[in-house]
């Protein structure tokens, strides 16, 4: 295996929570248990809607940064960009059209670019793109909450086809460049910036959710402004979920360093640097199976909760020994193929 001294560790941890979160909200119900403990796993399983996402595109933004920083002036960077994001689209395209209707590889594949050229400025135009997006969101809202109606089946999944495939990767999807691009660039915000300036940043936001969250809880109607809405995508969801992703990643960077360096940090960082093989892994593996017995995913929450851990007991360890063996997970190593091989701290 090649060496991975240059990757930043506490990021493959933090993908790898990010990982777990969203395998909890596509495994575990939010409501439905009929016991007590059941209830309280509900209620943990709803923490992590929309949060488990935010940190993957935060991560996401920190990565491409510093992947960006120690090659300030390869010739060949733009084009490894273009194609990595063209092969993440197809891949997207391909999983939304045959088992998942979802488009979040799509989305990344589209922020990559986005991004990339947008830090490729100084490093104010991100804090102004950044400014930008965050408060043309209401006016976004607004534009896009009547395509909802259009773009969205009855079951609740995003219709891809070509008259859709613009507004559901940039105003009305699962995730939509217009605002889940403030994720990406706040993630590259947090690598020009001390960490101590992060960390008051996220107990300011962590201050206004909770205080958000009490106004919606008085003011609940959905077109209320303190509205805590995925699609689209309002200001207080943004804050609340930026806030929570922050301070996880920034939470690993303060452990100290005899947990840091534990065996649990090191499988969990395993199981997040072959983020991509567990994401469609998990689907192909147990959530595609469990549909045939369950085709409308209505499935008890003791069986998500078993289907999760039982992935996870062979995932990690599977993880562990592969890195040990090979620098990429087996999906990673194959997309590389395609469009070549950079490799990076993050």
Request: charge should be positive; include cysteine; proline fraction near 6%.
């Amino acid at each position: 295996m090649t060496p991975a001294s240059s990757r930043r560790p506490a990021i493959d941890i933090a993908r790898g929570i990010a990982v777990m979160g969203m395998m909890v909200e596509h495994l575990i119900p939010t409501e439905g248990a009929p016991s007590q403990l059941g209830r309280l796993v509900n209620t943990a399983s709803g923490w992590f809607t929309g949060r488990s996402a935010a940190l993957f595109f935060v991560l996401a933004g920190m990565s491409w940064a510093i992947q960006m920083d120690q090659r300030p002036s390869a010739g060949d960077h733009q084009w490894y960009v273009l194609r990595r994001a063209v092969a993440l689209i197809a891949v997207g395209c391909i999983l939304h059209l045959t088992v998942w209707p979802t488009e979040v590889l799509i989305a990344i594949g589209c922020a990559l670019p986005i991004a990339t050229f947008v830090r490729r400025g100084k490093d104010r135009a991100v804090w102004i793109v950044l400014v930008v997006i965050v408060f043309s969101i209401p006016f976004v809202g607004n534009i896009a909450r009547p395509w909802v109606a259009q773009d969205w089946n009855d079951a609740g999944e995003p219709l891809l086809n070509w008259s859709t495939c613009f507004r559901l990767v940039f105003f009305d999807g699962c995730y939509p460049l217009m605002p889940w691009l403030a994720f990406v660039f706040a993630g590259m915000v947090a690598i020009q910036v001390q960490s101590r300036r992060i960390l008051w940043f996220t107990g300011a936001a962590a201050v206004v959710s909770f205080v958000l969250v009490g106004v919606h809880q008085l003011q609940p109607a959905i077109e209320s402004p303190f509205a805590i809405e995925w699609v689209p995508t309002s200001i207080p969801f943004l804050l609340v979920c930026g806030g929570a992703a922050f301070a996880v990643m920034f939470g690993i960077e303060a452990l100290p360093q005899k947990v840091a360096t534990s065996s649990v940090s090191e499988w969990l960082g395993c199981f997040g640097r072959m983020s991509l093989t567990h994401y469609i892994g998990h689907i192909l593996l147990v959530v595609l199976p469990m549909r045939q017995w369950y085709p409308a995913e209505e499935w008890p929450t003791r069986i998500g909760v078993i289907a999760m851990v039982g992935y996870l007991i062979i995932a990690i360890p599977f993880s562990v020994l592969w890195l040990r063996r090979f620098y990429r997970g087996p999906i990673e190593w194959t997309l590389s193929k395609f469009v070549g091989s950079e490799r990076d701290g993050g």
